[in-house]
């Protein structure tokens, strides 16, 4: 991922890691859901010591040691997931959330996590403009939100599509035009455009042509009469 600039972009992402900091007790596992042998439930503990205290790289280690023995442990991907957004790495943190929701696909807890990170990930995107990227991201936040919340990431998504037309517009190439139109069918206002400037030029193309034919017949016919 490409270093971002600080903007209006980088303060509201750094709004975000505070946020997710301070919030961070109240969204950390410190307690297993299942039963585990006197020497997990060790480890269980060392790991969540060590993450209290803020100690990011060796909670790390131990949770992953842990996850060895007990794959089956959302709340472990879910305290990993903690850590590595901490440690600025987002995709690792996406990785260990969705492992989470495939083990307890209803888990709220792990779902607001993961959007907090999703849309971080995509602000970055975003003031790198990766616009296509960005849109990725913020169309898995809308499958994961309510339907109140899905109605302003929905019109983030129409303005990266806005960001996106722009570009293939100066562009001017049928091949762009043809691209858009693949990844965005239904992008409001723009696809209509571009499918009407493909209409345009391919009748253009084919106009062209006949004039061409028709331009090289008028000498036969010439050369005919003589």
């Known amino acids: 991922m490409k270093f971002f600039k600080f903007g209006i972009i980088g303060f509201i992402i750094l709004n975000y890691m ?21 020497f997990d439930q060790e480890l269980f503990a060392r ?25 089956n442990s959302f709340e472990v991907r879910n305290n990993l ?3 590595y ?16 929701l495939k083990l307890r696909p209803r888990e709220d807890q792990l779902k607001m996590n993961l959007v907090r990170v999703l849309k971080v990930q995509s602000a970055i995107l975003e003031e790198n403009r990766e616009y296509d990227e960005a849109i990725v991201g913020l169309s898995r936040i809308v499958q994961l939100s309510t339907a109140k919340e899905q109605e302003a990431i929905e019109r983030q998504i129409e303005a990266l599509e ?38 345009n030029k391919l009748k253009a193309k084919k106009m062209g042509n006949q004039g061409s034919l028709s331009s090289d017949f008028q000498p036969s016919l010439a050369t005919e009469s003589r």
């Open 18 to 38: 505070a946020l997710g900091c301070a919030k961070a007790p109240s969204q950390f596992s410190d307690i297993p859901s299942q039963s585990l042998s006197k």
């Open 47 to 71: 790991a969540a010591l060590h993450q209290q205290k803020g100690q990011i790289d060796s909670a790390i280690v131990l949770w992953n040691k842990f996850l060895q023995r007990n794959p």
């Open 85 to 100: 957004y901490a440690n600025d790495e987002i995709v690792k943190a996406i990785y260990h959330y969705d492992q989470g």
């Open 162 to 199: 806005d960001q996106i037309f722009k570009q293939v517009k100066k562009s001017g190439s049928m091949g762009e035009y043809q691209e858009f139109l693949k990844k965005y069918p239904r992008s409001l206002g723009n696809s209509d455009e571009a499918r009407l400037w493909i209409e």
């Open 81 to 83: 997931g903690l850590l």
